[in-house]
């Protein structure tokens, strides 16, 4: 059998169990292992032991599950109530500016724990009741912060561009880097969005009630103190880092201790909250953990195979296509696979084939690896099976039904593809800041 059949069996076999409903690290390593069997006999058995190994001994694996229990604190704790009385008094009085408040709110959130569930779990509970209290259109407001809780997973400290940068072996400060403009960039066209809509049809978001605006300058300023405990946790984190003063790892552990001292300061670090937070944390992180090990068992197979060579030769050469020819494909790939997998599983499943031609085709890894996290961004909010929308449906109140949760993202899906094609077309937007950055 050649290896190139080989190759595609061994995806064929993988997606079919896949769809059987058995667990993702399960299906990839399982393939994996038996695949090194039958082809280099007993000795393909130090395949799945050298990966392991290989994971932990990559030392920035460190910031994984301190990044998630820095998400959880948060979370957990209630600092994001405070956040959103603060955004609801300054942006009330403007038409939308509730929902531009949300996005704000979301992109705090974001540069707090990088992750999207933590996200959406605020957003649905806090900003999603009192957006619809104060007559917001449903349906818009569903699409807001659906849009806004994806932006964890590309906003640093990004716990999916960690991932891409385990399995990729590309440094994670770079790809942390790399995300900020083209995070701020996704909210900024957001924003646009929801005011240039709201400007044209103010009943979908109207302002806040006169006595609600009439707000004194000093209680404005005062408010504004909730935005101190995140603003301080943010610098302890990634300014330290930045200025080089702690390493990737080291800045993590700054995070969730920041992240605990602010809780305590609040007076809401209780047991509860803390058990919570660790358990959740520890699911999480053992999870990745998994499905990182069964990654690297099967790109390990691939590599031995000389699988990606020969999609190279077959796109490349057979195909004569160019190389952003197939990069476009890997992308339509991507949300075509979102429609039925999460972003773990989507990377894990084609990273073995994607990063290295990719590298092959004369792409940098860094600037692919954002627009991954973009295109995750897409295929969370794609139906039938996007991730956030099942999330939002779970967490929304009765009268907002599945149809409305499906109409509120064409517009923002809109968007951020086109904020996926700016990125594309001008790679210097992610690429600057790593480029310019002292990085230790």
């Not at 082809?39 to 599950?65: D, Q, V």
């Not at 996005?103 to 619809?132: C, D, F, K, Q, Y």
């Not at 699988?307 to 050469?317: G, N, R, S």
């Not at 075509?336 to 084939?353: K, Q, S």
């Amino acid at each position: 059998m050649g290896y190139e059949l080989i190759a595609v069996t061994m995806f064929s076999s993988m997606m079919v169990l896949l769809l059987t409903g058995q667990r993702v690290f399960g299906a990839i390593g399982f393939v994996a292992v038996i695949f090194a069997l039958l082809l280099w006999g007993t000795g393909g058995s130090e395949l799945g032991f050298s990966a392991a190994m290989k994971l932990m001994k990559w030392y920035p694996l460190l910031t994984l599950p301190l990044f998630i229990y820095m998400g959880y604190m948060l979370s957990e704790s209630g600092i994001a109530d405070d956040l959103y009385k603060m955004f609801h008094v300054w942006f009330g009085p403007v038409r939308g500016g509730l929902a531009i408040g949300t996005i704000g709110l979301m992109v705090v959130i974001s540069a707090m724990n990088g992750l999207s569930v933590a996200g959406m779990a605020i957003g649905a509970t806090i900003a999603l009741p009192e957006l619809l209290r104060r007559g917001y259109d449903k349906v818009m407001v569903t699409g807001v912060i659906q849009a806004g809780s994806s932006l964890g997973i590309l906003v640093p400290p990004s716990v999916v561009l960690v991932l891409y940068g385990m399995i990729a072996r590309q440094p994670v400060g770079q790809l942390w880097l790399a995300g900020v403009f083209p995070g701020l960039l996704m909210a900024s066209l957001f924003i646009v969005y929801i005011a240039v809509r709201c400007w044209l049809q103010p009943n979908l978001g109207p302002v806040l009630p006169a006595d609600e605006r009439n707000v004194s300058l000093r209680e404005k300023l005062r408010l504004l103190q909730a935005g101190i405990l995140p603003f301080f946790i943010f610098f302890m984190m990634t300014g330290l880092f930045l200025m080089g003063y702690t390493s990737l790892v080291e800045s993590s552990a700054v995070g969730a201790v920041a992240a605990t001292l602010a809780a305590l300061v609040k007076g809401r670090l209780t047991r509860t909250v803390l058990h919570d937070t660790v358990r959740k944390s520890l699911a999480v992180s053992c999870m990745f953990m998994w499905i990182i090990v069964a990654a690297l068992c099967f790109g390990a197979v691939f590599d031995g195979l000389g699988a990606v060579k020969a999609i190279e030769h077959f796109f490349v050469d057979r195909l004569g296509l160019t190389p952003w020819e197939v990069l476009i494909l890997m992308q339509l790939s991507y949300l075509i696979m979102g429609m039925f997998l999460d972003d773990t599983a989507m990377l894990v499943i084609v990273a073995p084939l994607y990063v290295p031609l990719v590298k092959l085709l004369g792409f940098d890894l860094i600037w692919y690896g954002v627009l991954y996290t973009i295109t995750c961004q897409i295929a969370y909010m794609t139906p039938p099976f996007g991730y956030n929308l099942f999330l939002m449906r779970a967490m929304a109140p009765p009268e907002i039904s599945l149809g409305d949760i499906y109409r509120s993202i064409i517009p923002f899906v809109a968007v951020m593809v086109f904020g996926l094609v700016v990125v594309m077309a001008f790679p210097q937007i992610a690429l600057w800041l790593p480029q310019h950055v002292y990085l230790r």
